[in-house]
């Protein structure tokens, strides 16, 4: 489960953040997910959960956000729901496409005491 690393990972660099802010604890931090990430949502969260036991983030909450795909086509600029890496243009048909959104993994914020 490489979920677990992610969490790891993110509990780290927020620590790291913390310990810059001299801060105490980590309230909340938010993250943003995209859907083509090759990020399970539940595992990761619960990857988080144990993760942030005995460390500056025990107490704070986790909000995941949920960032859906969205394609363009580089022929003829329809923007559209993407269903994975390589799709056809709704609308002209075409495969010319790339993904423009929904390959995030990223902290987005912390909020510390």
Known sequence: MHEMSIALSIIDLASDQAA????QKIVEIEL?????SGVEMEALTFAMEIA???SVLESAR???NKIEAIGECLECGNVFDAEGFINH???CGEMNTKVIRGKELQLKSILVE
């Open 62 to 64: 986790i909000r995941i």
């Open 52 to 54: 942030k036991m005995e």
């Open 20 to 23: 810059k802010a001299q801060a």
């Open 89 to 91: 243009c709704p609308r």
């Open 32 to 36: 943003d997910i995209g859907t083509l």
